[in-house]
């Protein structure tokens, strides 16, 4: 039966259990926990808009607000993706560029729930932990970062509910950010934005 969210992401299956086994080798042991959501990167404006129009045919709702300087979309799926042997993914995080430093494109991460004792996670397995994000208020994961620039994040509520909490949406119908156009990318080398 052919699978139409494989066909715009990849094989998500193979990519958690990739994450799965990574953190088994690292004594972290996620089996336990629920699946938050995968994480999707696209280095382009116009495919980021092409994949958003793709995956929210196959789903019930989404949320875009903008977030570091651009537009992400929270795409709640119609059928939760199944993984790791009878787990469940109910939202895509799909994340267009302008990027701080260096991500993986594609398949970029995978947030797991831990719930109420990630605080008490997070000193249990700070060997094997790369750091922590404070992305909100109520979003502020832990996370490991693999050697091709992946991640798996560990959440204390799904981000999807974080969400929620911190702004309000309701996902409900499709949400995007109106007027947002991309913007130009200036770095310490180029190109000058002043004039000489």
């Known amino acids: 039966m052919a699978d139409p969210v494989d066909d715009i992401i990849g094989d998500y299956r193979a990519f958690a259990a990739q994450q799965r086994d990574r953190l088994l080798a690292r004594g972290i042991d996620i089996s336990s926990y629920t699946l938050s959501h995968l994480a999707f990167r696209v280095p382009e404006w116009d495919q980021y ?7 929210e045919r ?49 398949l970029e991460h995978l947030g797991v729930v831990v719930g109420d004792e990630v605080d008490a996670f997070s000193r249990q397995h700070r060997a094997a932990l790369t750091g922590q994000q404070f992305q909100s208020a109520d979003v502020e994961p832990y996370y490991v970062l693999f050697e091709d620039f ?20 309701t996902f409900h119908g499709f949400v995007h950010v109106d007027g947002w156009v991309p913007q130009r990318l200036v770095t310490a080398t180029g190109p000058n934005p002043l004039p000489r």
Do not use: C
């Open 49 to 55: 808009l092409h994949v958003r129009s793709q995956l």
């Open 58 to 106: 196959h789903a019930k709702a989404s949320h875009e607000n903008v977030w570091n300087g651009r537009p992400i979309s929270l795409i709640l799926l119609a059928t939760p993706l199944e993984v790791l042997d009878g787990m469940s993914v109910p939202l895509i995080e799909l994340i267009p560029p302008v990027h701080q430093r260096v991500y993986k494109m594609g």
């Open 150 to 169: 992946t991640h798996v994040k560990f959440y204390r509520t799904s981000l999807h509910d974080g969400v929620v909490r911190q702004s309000g949406a």
